[in-house]
């Protein structure tokens, strides 16, 4: 297979991520979608690391996969605040904390 065919999978993967985040209101479906965007952007590394030769595309990517996983354990705590006060995990009800 050729490079091509990974860029293409990462560029489709990206856009569904993209369009769910703008799309949707659920904050897991959110974060679900920001997960995918940011496994897009690792297989795009990975796959310029490939035609490079080097490693510098995949030290990233696994740079970037400890940062979603902490940002996974920081958001669902937060979303479990919020659906606990609001008995709701919609995104509008993030903004009733300010007051």
């Given at each position: 297979?050729t490079p091509t065919y990974?860029?293409?999978?990462?560029a489709?993967?990206?856009s569904?991520?993209a369009?769910?985040?703008?799309?949707r209101?659920n904050a897991?479906?959110v974060?679900?979608?920001i997960?995918?965007m940011?496994n897009a952007?690792?297989?795009?590394l990975?796959?310029?690391?490939?035609i490079n030769?080097?490693l510098?595309?995949?030290?990233?990517?696994l740079?970037?996969?400890v940062?979603?996983?902490?940002e996974?354990?920081v958001?669902?705590?937060?979303?479990m605040?919020i659906?606990?006060s609001?008995?709701?995990a919609?995104?509008?009800?993030a903004?009733?904390?300010?007051?």
């Open positions: 297979m990974y860029l293409l999978l990462s489709l993967l990206f569904v991520g369009v769910g985040v703008l799309v209101r897991i479906v974060f679900m979608c997960e995918l940011l952007v690792n297989l795009t990975v796959t310029f690391s490939r030769g080097d510098d595309g995949q030290v990233i990517a740079f970037v996969m940062v979603a996983a902490c996974v354990v958001g669902l705590a937060i979303i605040s659906f606990r609001r008995r709701s919609s995104i509008d009800d903004n009733l904390l300010k007051y």
